[in-house]
């Protein structure tokens, strides 16, 4: 079984949940899918308190690890909070790097923060878990179409000895220079 989860909750705003349940097996599955839920359930929260809530209702489980990450009705603002060891990179021509607050959800979260960011047509976001090696460079899967590059990511920087995760996006519409992008 699967240590992570994902969940995307689409409205008109798109909510991306990455859940690494602690260790690994049924155990880490069933606290990434219980926190997976709670996402769901309260998708229209602000970041800070789904991962607040999520907690205690979680605590029953091992707890996991978390990534939640915002795009908001006008696809013009990203927002980020997430809890362990969860990570994101951009290719944007804005700095996007968030970072997640040391806890584990479920058992303790001392303190939360959340990134908030402006997107740009064309703008490439990875969020994955601590499965994939953080040592990739995504500017250099650029030139592949978002399964493609999410597939490629697993296969080339995936750890064998643990569940990985790898949740992709590129913002469609129309780039500044009047390319559309991929
Ligand atoms: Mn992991």
Not at 71 to 90: L, R
Request: with cysteine; hydrophobic share 40%.
């Amino acid at each position: 079984m699967c240590g992570d989860a994902v969940e995307i909750v689409r409205a008109e705003e798109t909510l991306i949940a990455v859940a690494d349940g602690l260790g690994h097996g049924p155990e880490a599955a069933d606290a990434s899918q219980a926190f997976c839920r709670y996402v769901q359930d309260n998708a229209s929260l602000g970041l800070e308190d789904i991962i607040m809530g999520a907690s205690s209702e979680i605590s029953r489980t091992r707890g996991v690890a978390c990534g939640l990450l915002r795009i908001d009705a006008s696809g013009k603002v990203m927002t980020f909070a997430g809890v362990g060891n969860i990570d994101v990179q951009a290719v944007s021509v804005n700095d996007i790097h968030p970072i997640c607050m040391p806890g584990i959800v479920g058992q303790r979260v001392r303190k939360l923060q959340s990134f908030e960011y402006e997107l740009h047509p064309g703008d490439l976001v990875a969020i994955y878990s601590d499965g994939i090696s953080s040592r990739f460079d995504l500017g250099k899967f650029c030139h592949l179409a978002v399964q493609e590059l999410a597939d490629a990511i697993l296969a080339d920087y995936g750890k064998n000895h643990d569940d990985a995760t790898c949740v992709v996006f590129r913002l469609a519409g129309e780039t500044d220079d009047g390319r559309a992008p991929r």
